[in-house]
């Protein structure tokens, strides 16, 4: 049997169009779940009008509205989406290949947007370029809980998501890593597609990435050896967040010395020329885009490490629930 979970909060003008798309898949599911995650507008109603299994809690954040769901799911494998997602006709069925094998206990599936928005245009270029990163590997080791799925068995063993991120922020690098640790393997399927609405501001992206740095840190508190090397984060982000430090850095050292001055340019152009291949990449789809690309990777580096630097203090004070899971 097959189950899907979606957590909502306040997803009135989101959830009718997800449900819409569940509704006319190719290979349906025995039962669609939606766990209204303490809303106060209509979440709840929608729900129910589109034939969904609705189940409610107060609002305590996306995790412990999809552990719910598992609680009550009758599914074998269980598949998660988002309420602002729209999955494609065949996206159970690309999702349920991959458990022909056995031996496979989780499945990723992938983004892409309708949005013409050149933050949003970027950010899928973004995904489109870690993507390049997963299906390169025998297995991975992040499933994105947008397009996700799980045998239930190995949920309920090891936990499910931690509660203790209460934000849609990281809680399924945890549970992901957390699976990899436990020798389960993880496989990433490009063609499993779901729709999703990207941030399209410059702002919303911003603080979307100072949080994804704040959170991260909660996650390599837990699994340090994983701020080294995973399967999808790309090394060269690294050397990119590493320069922006440095040209913060040494331009506050200019006062003492216009050296400094000069190293923190230096590093500038070092950050600027790092953005090649991303640029480039933008410029296959629209030249003009790829003039914004390179603006979109020096702030996608000063967001991580403003969030790296709060996260660092953030960890002392971050205990999660299922840390005996590490053990």
């Known amino acids: 049997m097959i189950s899907i979970i979606i957590p909502a909060f306040n997803a009135i003008s989101t959830l009718p169009t997800c449900l819409e798309a569940l509704n006319k898949q190719s ?3 025995d039962e669609i779940i ?7 507008d209509n979440t709840s109603q929608v729900a129910k009008a589109h034939g969904a299994k609705l189940l409610t809690q107060p609002h305590q954040g996306p995790a412990a509205a999809r552990n719910l769901g598992i609680s009550q799911a009758r599914g074998d494998i269980i598949l998660f989406t988002d309420a602002d997602c729209e999955p494609v006709v065949n996206w159970i069925a690309e999702m349920l290949i991959p458990f022909s094998d056995p031996q496979v206990v989780g499945v990723r599936g992938s983004f892409q947007t309708h949005q013409k928005e050149k933050v949003a245009r970027l950010i899928q270029l973004e995904f489109e370029e870690r993507y390049d990163l997963q299906e390169k590997r025998p297995t991975i080791d992040l499933i994105d809980s947008s397009a996700a799925a799980f045998r239930v068995s190995a949920l309920q063993e090891l936990g499910g998501f931690d509660p203790s991120f209460p934000q849609a922020n990281n ?3 945890e549970l992901s890593y957390r699976f990899e640790k436990a020798g389960c393997r993880l496989l990433f399927n490009r063609k499993a597609v779901v729709f999703h609405r990207h941030p399209y501001t410059w702002k919303a992206y911003l603080l979307r990435k100072i949080k994804r740095g704040y959170w991260r840190m ?6 340090p050896g994983k701020a080294l090397r995973d399967s999808y984060t790309p090394q060269l982000l690294k050397v990119q967040i590493a320069l922006m430090y440095s040209i913060l850095g040494l331009s506050g050292l200019t006062l003492v010395s216009p050296i400094f001055g000069w190293t923190a340019a230096i590093a500038l152009i070092s950050l600027c020329l790092t953005t090649i291949p991303f640029v480039k990449r933008a410029m296959i789809q629209d030249r003009t885009l790829g003039i914004y690309a390179l603006f979109f990777i ?3 580096a000063f967001a991580f490490s403003i969030g790296i630097i709060g996260g660092a203090v953030g960890m002392f004070f971050f205990h999660p629930t ?3 899971k590490n053990d």
């Open 34 to 40: 939606v766990v209204d995650d303490g809303s106060d």
């Open 27 to 29: 290979t349906p599911a």
């Open 218 to 223: 909660m996650v390599y508190k837990m699994y």
């Open 298 to 300: 020096i702030l996608r």
């Open 322 to 324: 299922l840390s005996e």
């Open 171 to 173: 809680e399924d690098v």
